[in-house]
């Protein structure tokens, strides 16, 4: 959850039209492997591959070939394997032989160092460390401190300059989309909207594609990692690095039209693959292990499609698309073809990590037809953590079609075997700390031992020290709550909660690390709670309707009022808003006992164990058990006491305060 | 900036002359051993990249530094993560509580790897409700 960079705007959604064809203002096309073979592709393709004269990859690709042929293969553990038709045997070993001849680069850096606008970059199969950007110095004298951008509060940044200048200084693998121009602001800009125009180069490497060429991701490995058991680096890709030579393994700066697909990264301090300030930008079977902080990450990005990919072993999400552009619901004229998703996840598991999936201010992302599974929790997206990240307050998230569950992965130990770097609840499927004009639909979402979705608000007071990072635009949602922004005018609906889809069976790699969960035989997978909702006082227009529970009907929902939580507290139901068509219908009366979970959570892991104290940093019972309920119980008691108690009436005060 | 050193050394000195402030004694005796509680003097935790800690500090940092290494921690903590569009950087949580907030963290045995940013942030973000 969050992160920290330079001050960053999101760039111009319209097309750059000073390169044909031109760059950003859509989500780029994929050119096929075949034209970077034959010639028929626009631009210059550069060849890597390791060995001598690519002998290395050409061993390595037809053991591929051979294997994905005989025994199939997975781009995502959760789907069917996959196995390379006869055509397909002669068409992957034709390219490659004529890409080999082709091949004039041991170093996928230098072959990105040589290309410029609409060029190609195909990596033949290999593991690919590059050894001279790990020699790269790290707080390079040339660049620090002379090219650090002091932020308006006067911290220190790098500079996209910085970057450029010193590329393997923090990246192994650095993509230079633009142009160096003038310095940036002498102070952040309020308005993110539009990279300054002062430094805002023209195109160097827009329209570029990264990709490998062996019929796997993992035929192509990028890795900063170091530390690898005995043999293990070379022959396995899911091989463990104890260290990390680089923070961030592929990194895309302002590179408009960025397409890359077929490989994986692995190993980065910080990100396997991060981009900033791009417009347009396809990444398509790719995998992302064992980054400390996140797989993926994405900043300051539109028009942004992540597909058919894989991830695991990050300490904080899987994937991260954070500041996204406000194309939601507090759009304005900077994007006229708004309301849309400016980034989609689909078609990725998300497993293996303290969270499957993160973003704060994750502005109009829809996260759709994916699988979220073994996680410490699924999805979490906040307005909490606003630092650094303009478009507050979050809004317009989209989350649907998805199998989200067993995201009971307790990291919180010793030696966990993903070192977890952010404290957040064991056992969650999706979690909003402050969200407005979110849709949660036709989900399945089962076997979250803690709760299936967790609905709650930040007050604005609550908020980065009280401060968004830049303009707030119109559209806020909670327009009736003096100095409360979020949660307000959300929606779940058709979802399916503790129930076992048709035909569904556990992935393998769902017990990688251990998780808890439930059994295969079992016909129901209850969540812990299906919908918990903090009802802040004066949150407005959120609405439950046509989700149905374990036994297939609306009654068996769980959520406030249920699962003996709070008994007596209102509401004995979640709002349905008459089935969606009275959003109005919809209001918080607050529960204080509720907040003051919140507040003792905030301050992080202790060993209290008051039945109030936060309990997010254990594994949840299983549901159903009696020791679930023994906890239920035990909370329900002292919530109906809290309210009344002499801290209980405090906190009501402070409440009303954060609103005056 | 100068005044609120002063002060955040001043609450120091008071919670070095109270038994049990600040978590235990190993780290008094830390604190002692250097002979100075003025931020100033002292380095925050965590390996400095491109000018700052607080990327990258963690609770194995915070546990091997010194009381003023810590302090001048959650200094720049608190520096960073306002919003950048604020020349104020003061903060709702004042900065005694952030120490003793990710003391208490930070002494969970398995908490060495927690980025010390994110527990700030949370911590901050609702700072006004807590007590």
Known sequence: MAHLERPSYWPDPAPDTSVKPAAGGKVPSIRSLTSASNGRTRGKVRVVCSGRKGKESMRRVTNSIRNARKRGYKIRPSQPTIKLTKKQVRDYTRINKKLRKKCRYKSVQKAVNASGNNDRVVIMPGVYTEPESRRGRTNDPKCNPSMIQKDASGSPTPSYRYQVECPNDQNLIYVQGRALAGPPPAAPRSNRQGIPGQELGRCVRCNLQIEGSGPKPTDVILDAGKGYAAGQQMRSPSAKPSGWAKHVVLRVDRGDGFVGRNFLTRGGLEFGFYTEETDGILLDRTKFYWSADYGHLSFTTDHHILQNCDAFGAGDAALYPGAAPETGSQATKFYPDAPRPNTVVRLCDMRGSQLGYSGSMGNAVRITNNHIYGNGGGIASDTLSAAGHPGFPADSSQIDNNYIYSNNLNLYKPNPPVKPLVTTPVGTGIIYAGMNDARVHDNWIFDNWRDGVMLLAVPDALVNGGGAEGDVFPGVSCPTAPGLSTSCGNRFYNNKMGQVPPGFKFPREVDQFDTPRSRQSQKRMPNGNDFWWDEFSGNTKNCWFGNTGPDGTQASVTGPGQAGRVAAMPPALLPSCSGGSSPGSSLGLGDVAKTQYLVDCSNGPDKDTDPLACDWWSSPPKPGSAAASRRHSQYATAAAGFARSAQGRRLTKRIAALKE | ?131
């Open chain 2, 1 to 131: 900036m100068n005044a609120r050193r002063t002060l955040i050394a001043g609450l120091a000195l008071a919670c070095l002359a109270a038994p049990g402030c600040g978590g235990d004694s190993g780290e008094d005796e830390k604190a002692a051993g250097t002979g100075a509680a003025d931020t100033r003097e002292a380095t925050a935790v965590g390996p400095r990249v491109a000018g700052s800690v607080v990327q990258y500090a963690d609770c194995g940092d915070w546990r091997e530094g010194t009381r003023q290494e810590r302090e001048a921690t959650v200094d720049e903590l608190r520096d960073q993560l306002t919003a950048q569009s604020e020349r104020d950087t003061s903060s709702p949580l004042p900065d005694d509580r952030a120490y003793r907030i990710l003391n208490k963290t930070c002494s969970q045995d398995y908490a060495s790897s927690l980025r010390l940013y994110k527990l700030f942030a949370k911590a901050q973000g609702f700072a006004p409700l807590g007590e």
